[in-house]
């Protein structure tokens, strides 16, 4: 049987769908397949181990072909599947839950606190070499005693929230449902409207899954309801955010700064977005520690090895 995977990964998955077996493709180039490429790629594959930059729908299911039996994605987050057409065709479709919580989370707090102590504007200074200590140069704010909103408290919302915790912050949270056994645990307040978080929030972190309801869930009237001296921070989808509204919130300083790991069209920036001194950007790469990376990979390939030996899958996904 032959697996195909879209673009190599780190760690043992590629060796233990080898061990298991199967023929194993992996594409040769270092960058999501085009999508020409990409449906050439897969034809004749039984499992595929796709990245989110991948589209599964049915002309990527045609193209594999009726032997298709899982496609494995290399993200918790699946938004690139079409899940009414996998399961139509009886396919299987996978994510990689859990092993990337801590490295989603821990990537939060390296940006929370990089944009509330100004950490990239004062790396640009501090290259300058002509700085002075100054007593009012570069003042940011103190975590210790301020509020975390936190919006979606599923498994990474809420290790954000027990790390805010630890800091010493007040956590408030919004979900489609309160989840009182954390609360008690943590000590986190929760809220039935995302409105009422992002009125309260000294920082708004978010962690929804993207869905129709949750596209531009961040518009211009939400920006509006947060505080002017509050921070923004996104390492979910792009497109939960409208980044041209925020871009002209972070213009207007109806909020103090944003820090974002996704964006609404990437690689690319909503024009102004790259202009701006109250922003930190990284490229798509919350999830990117060696642990995570690799344990990603291995939890992929055991999807694919379980349900191409007639098993039930370990982590699999269906449509809400
Ligand atoms: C990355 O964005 C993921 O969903 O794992």
Redesign the pocket.
């Known amino acids: 049987m032959k697996v195909v995977v879209t673009r190599k990964i780190p760690g043992n998955g590629i060796k233990m769908l080898q061990e298991g077996g199967f023929e194993v493709v992996v594409s040769p180039q270092n960058r999501p397949l085009e999508r020409q490429e990409l449906l050439n790629f897969i034809q004749g594959a039984n499992g595929v181990l796709t990245q989110?930059q991948d589209k599964v729908n049915d002309e990527f299911i045609n193209s594999a072909g009726p032997q298709l039996k899982i496609v494995a994605?290399?993200?918790?987050?699946?938004d690139n599947f079409d899940l009414p057409s996998l399961s139509s065709h009886n396919i299987v479709a996978t994510?990689?839950p859990d092993v990337?919580t801590e490295a989603?989370a821990e990537h939060t707090f390296a940006l929370i606190l990089s944009i509330v102590r100004r950490v990239v504007e004062a790396y640009k200074i501090a290259l300058t070499q002509s700085f002075t200590f100054g007593p009012e140069v570069l003042l940011g704010m103190e975590l210790k005693g301020k509020t975390l909103g936190v919006l979606g408290l599923g498994r990474i919302g809420g290790r954000v929230a027990e790390i805010g915790k630890a800091l010493g912050m007040n956590v408030i949270y919004s979900d489609p449902k309160a989840n009182v056994e954390f609360e008690q645990k943590i000590g986190a307040s929760f809220k039935a409207t995302p409105e009422e978080v992002l009125k309260e929030a000294d920082v708004v972190s978010i962690h929804v899954p993207l869905l129709d309801s949750t596209k531009h869930l961040i518009n211009t009237e939400k920006l509006k309801i947060m505080k002017p001296t509050a921070y923004l921070v996104n390492?979910?989808?792009g497109l939960v955010v409208d980044e041209a509204a925020l871009v002209e919130a972070l213009k207007n300083k109806t909020i103090a700064g944003a820090a974002l790991d996704?964006f609404e069209n990437e690689p690319y920036l909503s024009p102004g977005l790259e202009l701006l001194d109250n922003v930190v950007l990284t490229p798509?790469i919350?999830?990117a520690t060696i642990e995570a990376r690799s344990a990603?990979g291995e939890l992929a390939a055991k999807n694919i090895i379980a349900v191409l030996s007639n098993q039930p899958p370990l982590t699999p996904v269906k449509a809400k």
């Open positions: 989110l994605n290399f993200a918790v987050g699946f994510n990689t990337l989603v390492t979910s989808r996704v798509h919350a999830s990603m």
